[in-house]
């Protein structure tokens, strides 16, 4: 496989190619942000940082003084990848529902890529999802390109500074912290998904879906862990529902 820098793209950015689909370039951000409940942490806007890359696996470190200090793994194990983040809350206050918001894009690659939404599913109940575009027609959130699905265990979504920094919100409650895109073809499903969700997002504009982590509180010089998973392999949207229960 191949795993890059991407260099031309703001925040903590890498693209990877895995050999058994080339020419398919997809898009890590980890974190592209961190907030909580009153403000951003890691801003959109700081400085990347150099990522060491290695044959199957990529890390970045990130210190903000005073402020944050963020340690990420990109681990890559063939149809799964661990996106493992370790957060230390610097300052002299205590942080409320702090979260990662970690983005996987796939607008660059052909097979995956999916303008009009319709291939991509976020779960809605047990085993059952709707696409992204079937959403929008049941609720149109706003014309902003950027929409943020709360999720059944997770906060109220105007709790979050980075909800209401971006404000479109949609109505329509996730059962679980997950989402999946379709190939064109039928034959693949690439998904990422979370344990302890904030929320599910989605940018419309630069495909992408993200199943964001919260931290929860954070007091001063705390150390928290968080792993998500990508998954990408050969099969369907009941392959991916079934990988969730493994």
């Known amino acids: 496989m191949k795993i890059w820098q991407e260099t031309d793209l703001p925040c903590q950015t890498i693209g990877f190619e895995l050999t058994h689909l ?5 898009i890590l951000v980890v ?24 044959l199957d696996s990529a890390r970045c ?18 149809e799964k990848i661990d996106i493992v983040v370790r957060v230390t809350n610097l300052s002299d ?7 990662l918001f970690t983005c996987f894009a796939y607008y660059t690659s052909p ?28 609720h149109e959130p706003g014309d902003g390109p950027y929409t943020f699905f709360p999720v059944r265990s997770g906060p109220t979504l105007s709790e979050l500074w980075v909800c209401r920094e971006l404000k479109q919100m949609h109505s329509q409650v996730m059962s679980q ?18 344990q302890m969700p904030a929320y ?15 931290l929860g509180t954070l007091q001063p010089g705390q150390t928290v862990q968080d792993v998500s ?16 229960s493994e």
């Not at 592209?32 to 060491?52: M, Q």
């Not at 039928?186 to 998904?193: F, S």
Request: proline letters at 6%.
């Open 22 to 26: 080339p020419g398919e370039k997809l």
């Open 31 to 54: 974190p592209e942000l961190i907030s909580d409940c009153k403000e951003v942490l890691l801003p959109w806007h700081h400085p990347s940082p150099k990522w060491d890359i290695g």
């Open 61 to 78: 470190f990130i210190e903000v003084d005073n402020v944050v200090r963020m340690d990420a793994e990109v681990l890559f194990h063939g």
């Open 93 to 99: 206050l205590v942080w409320e529902k702090t979260n």
């Open 111 to 138: 097979l995956f890529d999916d303008p009009a939404l319709t291939r991509t599913y976020f779960p809605i109940g047990e085993h059952e999802w709707k696409s992204v575009a079937e959403l929008f027609a049941e």
């Open 177 to 194: 912290g997950a989402a999946c895109v379709l190939s064109k073809d039928g034959k693949w499903v690439a998904g990422m998904a979370t």
């Open 200 to 214: 599910v997002f989605n940018n419309r504009r630069e495909r992408c879906i993200h199943a964001d982590p919260l």
């Open 229 to 244: 998973n990508v998954y990408i392999f050969r099969g369907s949207l009941k392959d991916f529902d079934a990988r969730l």
